[in-house]
Nanobody
Framework: VQLVESGGGSVQAGGSLRLSCTASGLTVDPSEMGWYRQTPGNKCDFVSTISSDGSTRYTDSVKGRFTISKDNAKNTLYLEMNTLKPEDTGMYFC????????????????????WGQGTQVTVSS
């Protein structure tokens, strides 16, 4: 399985970006897909996930500003990021899992088996 992210960049606070993640090599439908963010010296933190049934989850700091979605026909995951803040800065990684995950496991990056290479998002004040 290969995941390729795109859409990162540098924006000013208040701006918007749309991240994309296209999956290839899948032999089964993913059960979960999500976005995690890593900043220098820190682990990958949960940002948002979407399940095969379309249910979504967000970390509190992005609720109301970020929207996760997917296009099953294109095997592509999206993250619409609006009203960006400097604290949103980081390397955003796409993650995919084909097995079942409990709700609490979705918050943990080490529960996902497949990862993209990351796309950098930088928000300046």
């Amino acid at each position: 399985v290969q995941l390729v992210e795109s859409g990162g960049g540098s924006v000013q606070a208040g701006g918007s970006l749309r991240l994309s993640c296209t999956a290839s090599g899948l032999t089964v439908d993913p059960s979960e897909m999500g976005w995690y963010r890593q900043t220098p010296g820190n682990k990958c933190d949960f940002v948002s996930t979407i399940s095969s049934d379309g249910s979504t989850r967000y970390t509190d700091s992005v609720k109301g500003r970020f929207t996760i979605s997917k296009d099953n026909a294109k095997n592509t995951l999206y993250l619409e990021m609006n009203t960006l803040k400097p604290e949103d800065t980081g390397m955003y990684f796409c993650a995919l899992e084909t097995g079942f995950l409990e709700e609490w496991e979705l918050l943990r990056s080490d529960m996902f088996h497949y990862w993209g290479q990351g796309t950098q998002v930088t928000v300046s004040s």
